[in-house]
């Protein structure tokens, strides 16, 4: 097994939702501006005091984190535990890849909307620059291990997805169903391995 | 990497409970027996009609089922996940192993109790019979690697424990958080691999 001498820091996604600026108008009011709370990772991106509840056929979740800032369409993204609480079955994807996902009620503090698509897991991935890259020797879209070496779940992630770009910041994301199956907290450090 | 080319049939645990002889009749009344509905994958051990509710700081978790037969100790199993839901910080253990671990309410239908202690998220494990043991090469307490080759969410589980007893299947147990980095359900296939 060899080992790539470069950290990654983690960071756990929780459920959250990104709007479009039609959703936001018509869950919190016309020319509503979201609330930026937190800076992520990410550059540019951010956390936001606004919340929804989001609403499947056999449960609801309240208190959802809408993450800034806009977006072009409406995106859902859930753990496999709460897409079994709400009673729905989306796939795992790459953000923005919303062909075929399931739709979900989401309400806000002045309407709600229904969506006909748009929930998915998020496929795990590694954001990075492309510097970053480099350095790794991979390139966007390859497919790399990542092991966890601390604490009492240790193991190896396949499947993340690399993604590549000059607005990233290099990061590892997982949601919550993958962090705790590895006690991984955001913040905490990780590898890239092959073999 | 070495793969044991014996197959081992995944079987997922949902949150459960185990109850001592005087805590089920605290819950369901004075002489109640439990009523098995449904045989699990370990001989003896069966999932019962009856479920409760546990409480914990920060929330509440209802329709927990009670798992049969009695023990001489409660035993709350939980995820990660449900953790952070009812507000506790319970370590990842081996079934039995209850010192130190938080405690919780459980609430039936004909009463409630508040145990100081019993808690735990159950380390990853496979169940073997004595002379799957010897098949695989391994002894009661090792530690193994899983490996998940299907899906999409591939993944090798590393601080997997070896279990051995004649009363013993052959079964790796997984908790909902772990099934579902994984995208694991019960009936699937995983294999031991070394390296």
């Given at each position: 097994?060899?080992?790539?001498?470069?950290?990654?820091?983690?960071?756990?996604?929780?459920?959250?939702?990104?709007?479009?600026?039609?959703?936001?108008?018509?869950?919190?009011?016309?020319?509503?501006?979201?609330?930026?709370?937190?800076?992520?990772?990410?550059?540019?991106?951010?956390?936001?005091?606004?919340?929804?509840t989001i609403v499947g056929p056999k449960g609801s979740i309240e208190n959802v984190r809408v993450l800034g800032p806009e977006r072009k369409e409406?995106?859902?993204?859930?753990?496999?535990?709460?897409?079994?609480?709400?009673?729905?079955?989306?796939?795992?994807?790459?953000?923005?890849?919303?062909e075929g996902t399931p739709g979900i009620t989401i309400i806000g503090p002045k309407g709600q909307v229904t969506k006909d698509r748009g929930v998915i897991i998020a496929k795990r991935h590694i954001h990075m620059h492309t510097s970053d890259a480099e350095k790794f020797g991979v390139k966007d879209k390859d497919i790399v291990k990542v092991i966890v070496e601390k604490g009492d779940r240790k193991l190896i992630f396949d499947d993340v997805l690399i993604r590549v770009s000059d607005k990233f910041a290099l990061e590892f994301h997982v949601d919550t169903d993958e962090a705790n199956a590895a006690l991984l907290k955001t913040g905490d450090i990780v590898y890239i391995v092959d073999f």
């Open positions: 097994m060899v080992k790539k001498p470069f950290p990654i820091v983690v960071g756990v996604s929780n459920r959250h939702v990104h709007l479009s600026r039609e959703d936001v108008e018509i869950l919190f009011g016309k020319d509503y501006q979201l609330t930026p709370i937190k800076d992520l990772g990410q550059p540019g991106q951010f956390a936001c005091q606004e919340t929804v409406t995106q859902v993204e859930i753990s496999l535990t709460d897409a079994y609480r709400l009673g729905l079955n989306p796939p795992v994807r790459d953000s923005g890849d919303l």
